[in-house]
């Protein structure tokens, strides 16, 4: 268990970063590394205690608390802490394709299940595992493993990000022959182009897929399956297929003057901003600088428009979320291990701060109107307050608008950040796979099979918009009921 009072003489000390106004002029990743001495120490710190609900990943009060991948923590920190970095990393990717994702994007669930947060800090997680595997790849052991037998089962994954990846990888592991389609120019989907280079370099993603297909994963990138290839022309050529194509239809605003020009989804703006950092855009269309810029929505993708926006030099950001403020801390009815539902300020509001000297973010408010220029530009928003109050019919609390509330904010970029409500229409369609009424794929009851022969699906598409945690820990579980279809039965753990 590392040193056994380790929890009780050291202070959790996480990943420093760069200051703000520093970091706001470039979109280099601004997290920086401890040196090893400190590292260990922060491993000490894991107690091993007698449940570690950080790798249960179960649900607590609805949200799932713990790692759904079921991470060896306490192993691995106990490796870290004795100086063995090689069986610490054997250890993590037992469970983990891709550490080197999660440790930089997950929000740690692990470390809202942590036992030392009962009553103090949790253990640095999140933080030691990317430094096991960015160790790994810095001392060469991150080598191809070419599976010595191949199985002669062709399988096909639709879409490329963290789900179709970790499906991918576990199967040719196994010794499948996996062809991974793409239809953006690079592999990695949301890995590559939905979340900003700052918080995921892009090198980090194509470091991962080299080494895949170093490994004999196949990639084909530009090509739209649905539209491109048909259902059965893919099934003419593979014994199985996964759709893995994510969750990616953006739930809009309604409202007078929709149509105006400098209204944007979330996902294409960060989309552009990032094929921009990597010197793929050449007319950037969708900027930031020099407007007024409100982000409709309180997430994690509100908060990456928050910090893409204010490195592209807005004049001003303003957040806006349809809620109440959460309390600062633990509410008697969110107890531990639960996934705490407190207010956190984020990087990008961080940065807000530094720059505009206030928090960006405005609670229980929402876009009631937007205002049009004469030539049809986007130059201002009527915004309007809102309350909760019990709907009659359902029960359900709704947000009400506060009669007088209005007030108009200029703004010629506006960005919706407000979720997203399922996989596209057009795959569902060419697969003849019905959609749940959540927008998702339907599957079988505890299975990830389709209706549609051979067919198989993880990650958003299946279950909805989440985190990249869970869409590796679908993938994984969907390569090993793929590979039980393939060959009967399966080894996989």
Excluded at 135 to 164: C, D, E, L, Y
């Amino acid at each position: 268990m590392g040193k056994p009072t380790g929890f009780m003489e050291y202070n959790r000390r996480a990943l420093p970063c760069r200051a703000p106004k520093e970091r706001i002029a470039d979109f280099d990743e601004f997290k920086q590394p401890l040196e090893e001495s400190e590292r260990r120490t922060q491993a000490a710190r894991c107690m091993n205690c007698g449940v570690p609900f950080c790798q249960a990943g179960v649900s607590f009060g609805g949200a799932v608390s713990g790692c759904p991948l079921h991470n060896l923590i306490p192993e691995w920190n106990d490796e870290i802490y004795h100086g063995n970095a090689r069986e610490a990393l054997s250890r993590l990717l037992k469970t983990n394709n891709f550490p080197e994702f999660t440790g930089r994007v997950c929000p740690a669930l692990c470390e809202a299940a942590c036992t030392c947060g009962l009553e103090g800090n949790p253990v640095t997680v999140h933080d030691n595992e990317l430094a096991i595997i960015e160790n790994g790849f810095a001392m060469g052991w991150m080598q191809p493993h070419i599976p010595n037998v191949r199985t002669g089962k062709r399988v096909a994954v639709i879409g490329s990000g963290p789900a179709g990846l970790a499906a991918a990888d576990r199967l040719n592991q196994r010794g499948h022959l996996v062809t991974v389609f793409e239809r953006e120019k690079h592999p990695g989907g949301l890995l590559m182009y939905g979340i900003p280079n700052m918080k995921l370099d892009k090198r980090v993603v194509r470091r991962r897929v080299e080494l895949m297909q170093a490994e004999g994963v196949t990639f084909e990138t530009g090509i739209d399956i649905g539209r491109d290839v048909t259902y059965a022309e893919l099934a003419g050529r593979f014994d199985a297929i996964i759709l893995c194509c994510g969750s990616k239809t953006p739930r809009d605003l309604k409202a007078p003057g929709r149509d105006a020009e400098g209204i944007y989804f979330a996902v294409d703006y960060l989309s552009r901003a990032t094929e921009k950092v990597i010197g793929e855009a050449k007319n950037f269309a969708i900027g930031a600088k020099g407007k007024n810029v409100i982000i409709v929505g309180g997430g994690d993708t509100g908060n990456d428009c928050v910090g893409t926006a204010i490195r592209q030099g807005a004049k001003s950001v303003v957040q806006l979320e349809m809620l109440a403020q959460p309390p600062k801390e633990r509410a008697e009815n969110n107890p531990w291990p639960e996934w705490p539902r407190v207010c956190k300020t984020d990087y990008g509001q961080e940065e807000a701060i530094a720059v505009f000297g206030a928090d960006p973010r405005r609670y229980q408010t929402t876009v009631k109107e937007f205002l049009k220029d004469e030539n049809g530009n986007l130059c201002a928003v009527t915004v309007v307050g809102l309350r909760p109050d019990t709907d009659a019919a359902s029960g359900r609390t709704v947000m009400r608008e506060v009669e007088g509330s209005e007030e108009t904010l200029p703004c010629e970029l506006l960005l919706i950040a407000a979720g997203f409500v399922g996989c596209e229409d057009y795959v569902a369609e060419a697969f003849g796979v019905p959609k749940t009424a959540r927008g998702c794929l339907t599957t079988a009851e505890n299975s990830y099979a389709t209706a549609a022969a051979g067919v198989f699906t993880a990650g958003d598409c299946r279950r909805g918009q989440s985190l990249v945690v869970h869409a590796i820990a679908e993938g994984r579980a969907c390569a090993k009921e793929v590979d039980a279809y393939l060959m009967g039965y399966s080894n996989m753990i």
